[in-house]
């Protein structure tokens, strides 16, 4: 990196979208943001732009627009915000309901309990304070590195609510592809709302189809319903892609009398979870629309993890490990499995790092190629060559500048993907046998397998939790909000700033440096 004197502009808030370019250099400061630039530096500006709007470094001043903007961004929006004639009143959730009460209020029995989450309790975005743009997985706001608190609103249940449990009509849906964990977060939602003391709760099937399609009916829920269905994978209520607009999902909505929604989906099912509590808002419908991410890929910003992420690289092991048999058995033997990560790499970087079978591992965010003196299949000949065998681990998004492409889209609108695990199967066996040597490529894609299979026991307790803090999130008159672990702790994140742009493996971090570490892997490029 150039060294830089005095300052520098950058712009926060999205990413340069050239995921090939081998020079991209990490210089985003907004904690999590995890964007990328080409290596554009204005010496002669001390401003910082975030989000087009700018701010001068070289004020003393500057943190304080730094943190309003901030907070600005991560407001998340209530009830009170739009209908001021609400009055809170105190929360049924009461883990002492059983003994006796000593006080009535709004004709609810009420026990003060030290178990209530304050609504101006934060948590910490980041807990790193970088000494230096140059150390690794850097994010820095100014050349210095200047450390700026960033606080986001903790989960949990609050001493207020703002919905009588008796009034309450609450809908789940699930939308996207499987996840694992879908049942455990629905047996939860229900499991929560009906300690809050809500009676009517329904599942909409089929994912936001099921808001316009008539001949699916909802699907009542209670306790009794859910109590067993997170010892299965899949999702109850059925998932899908697509669906009616967000005018003819609102106006379900008020048919059905629904005034809390709870929305588990990745990036494009938040959008229109964001986009309905809008329109009803928009509407002047008192509606709470909670979100929680459901991504396999774990690329949601500002989160630790989502749910169904480490379930996916626990049986991705099962796959490396068949590959590696497969390929230390045969003479000459290559193992290649292709795991899920559309844009992201996490599966695959985490699977490769945990097995320590995998001689090679290829993300989306790191270009490579397979031809040529530094290319993938010259080291396959070195391994085979030097140990008799190679296991490969390769996304399913990375390398698509290598395969046919297709203009064709999924029905949420994602280009179809070209495959590109078959497409290193059959380039390698050309390969050896171009050199005259014999090679036994076995290629294993177990996307549906791990996509089906029931949470394991972290993403158990994972999806239990971020189940009850939706629902706590909704008493508390929250709305536009999604739920997620940010530093091991739970928060409430504001749709706009989560679904902005996906989230990436940095190439620069500690965790791809340890995979790169793991594997022994040379560059690629």
């Given at each position: 990196m150039e060294s830089i004197s005095t300052c520098f502009r950058v712009k926060f808030g999205h990413p340069t979208k050239n995921s090939h370019d081998s020079h991209r250099i990490r210089h985003v400061g907004i904690v999590g943001l995890g964007g990328f630039a080409t290596k554009r530096f204005k010496r002669t500006s001390c401003v910082a732009v975030i989000r087009d709007r700018e701010i001068g470094l070289a004020n003393p001043d500057w943190k304080i627009g730094f943190r309003e903007d901030f907070e600005r961004r991560f407001h998340i929006p209530h009830l009170s915000d739009v209908f001021g004639d609400l009055s809170p009143m105190p929360s049924t959730f009461n883990l002492k309901s059983r003994r006796p009460s000593h006080e009535i209020g709004n004709g609810y029995p009420y026990e003060r309990w030290n178990g209530y989450v304050n609504n101006d309790d934060r948590v910490l975005l980041k807990v790193i304070k970088f000494s230096s743009p140059s150390s690794a997985g850097?994010?820095?706001?100014?050349p210095d590195c200047t450390w700026v608190e960033q606080w986001v609103h903790r989960a949990g249940p609050r001493e207020e609510i703002y919905f009588r449990p008796e009034e309450v009509n609450a809908a789940i849906v699930t939308c996207g592809g499987l996840c694992?964990?879908?049942?455990?977060?629905?047996r939860q939602i229900v499991i929560t709302l009906e300690i809050y003391g809500v009676k009517n709760i329904v599942g909409i099937p089929f994912g936001y189809r099921g808001f316009s399609a008539e001949k699916l009916p909802k699907i009542p829920l209670s306790r009794s319903v859910v109590q067993n269905i997170h010892l299965d994978g899949g999702s109850l209520l059925g998932v899908s892609r697509g669906g009616p607009n967000v005018s003819e999902i609102v106006d379900n909505m008020q048919e059905r009398g629904i005034d809390m929604l709870f929305v588990l989906g990745g990036n494009g099912t938040h959008a229109g979870a964001n986009e309905i509590h809008n329109e009803c808002w928009k509407r002047g419908m008192r509606v709470a629309v909670?979100?929680?991410?459901?991504?396999?890929?774990?690329?949601?910003?500002w989160m630790d993890k989502t749910f169904g992420f480490d379930t996916a690289v626990e049986e991705a092991q099962r796959a490396i490990n068949s590959a590696y048999i497969e390929a230390h058995s045969a003479y000459n033997g290559i193992g290649i499995v292709k795991l899920m990560g559309r844009n992201s790499g996490f599966i695959t970087m985490h699977a490769s790092l945990s097995s320590g079978q995998v001689d090679i591992c290829l993300i989306?965010?790191?270009?490579?190629?397979?031809?040529?003196?530094?290319?993938?299949?010259?080291?396959?000949?070195?391994?085979?060559?030097?140990?008799?065998?190679?296991?490969?681990?390769?996304?399913?998004?990375?390398?698509q500048n290598l395969v046919m492409k297709t203009n064709a889209k999924d029905q949420s609108g994602n280009v179809v993907l070209g495959d590109i695990g078959a497409h290193i199967q059959k380039e390698t066996k050309k390969y050896f046998k171009d050199i005259g040597t014999s090679a036994d490529v076995k290629y294993i894609d177990p996307t549906y397998m791990i996509r089906a299979c029931r949470a394991n026991a972290s993403d158990g307790i994972l999806c239990t939790v971020l189940g009850q803090n939706a629902v706590h999130g909704a008493f508390a008159g929250y709305s536009g909000i999604t739920v997620g672990i940010c530093n091991t702790h739970y928060v409430y994140l504001p749709i706009p700033e989560v679904i902005s742009y996906p989230k990436n493996v940095d190439p620069n971090s500690r965790m791809w440096h340890r995979c790169l570490t793991s594997t022994g892997q040379p560059d690629f490029f």
């Open positions: 850097a994010e820095c706001i100014d694992p964990g879908l049942n455990d977060v629905i909670v979100g929680v991410p459901k991504t396999i890929d774990n690329d949601i910003l989306p965010e790191v270009p490579f190629e397979l031809h040529g003196p530094h290319g993938v299949l010259r080291h396959l000949q070195y391994l085979i060559e030097m140990k008799g065998s190679a296991v490969v681990c390769v996304a399913e998004g990375a390398g």
